[in-house]
């Protein structure tokens, strides 16, 4: 009776560990099905991006509007016409020269205001002799020579190198300079050495 009693009981033990067993093994697919679940989602959402086409990028989005739109992005800056139309401005590097008055009467001027004089040290078709501290009181007048549209000059202008490669404004084969520091239209550097030039009112055209 005790063996029998004994092997029922070790009977219903097996049968608990095998049930024990068969539970957690089913624990175990499960938590694998779990993670194979996410794994094939994750699939799914990368094809589902891959399908979509390449990513744009914000750059390649304005380009594609502007262009759909019918005016693509300018890779230069160009000129744009100006508001004075049939208004022409002399090449870059011209010194504009004009003809305007002073308290010593009409005199040469450049077209910023600055009063030019000539220097008596210098002869006519001569290199410039104000060079080195004398120019740094006496700038020479340098650039492309060229007269304002309403004056004519009775004389000639020309150009003249300079020590340093300089090209300097000549009128009538003499250099022209300005005097460093000096107010619009003023004449105070007139005497001496230095003298300005002198000039009429019918040198200008209108007036």
Known sequence: MRKSGWTVATGLGSLLLLLTACGGSSSSISSTGAASGTVTQSTAS?????????????????????????????????AQPSGNAGVTFP?????????QRSDLGW???????????????DT?????????????????????????????????????????????????GYPLYTLVGAKVLSTKGNGGAWHVIILSSSDITGV
């Open 91 to 99: 090449p870059i590097g011209t010194t504009v020269l004009i003809i």
């Open 107 to 121: 005199v040469m001027a450049k077209a910023d205001g600055f009063v030019v004089y000539t220097y008596a040290k």
């Open 124 to 172: 006519k078709g001569g290199p410039p002799t104000c060079t080195g501290s004398c120019a740094s009181v006496w700038a020479p007048v340098t650039g492309m020579p060229k007269a304002g549209p309403a004056d004519n000059f009775p004389g000639t202008f020309g150009l003249v190198t300079r020590a340093g490669g300089t090209k300097q404004i000549t009128y009538n």
């Open 46 to 78: 990368s094809s589902s991006a891959s399908s979509s086409g390449p990513a744009t990028s914000p750059t390649s989005s304005a380009n594609a509007r502007a262009t759909h739109s019918g005016s693509a992005p300018k890779q230069t800056a160009e």
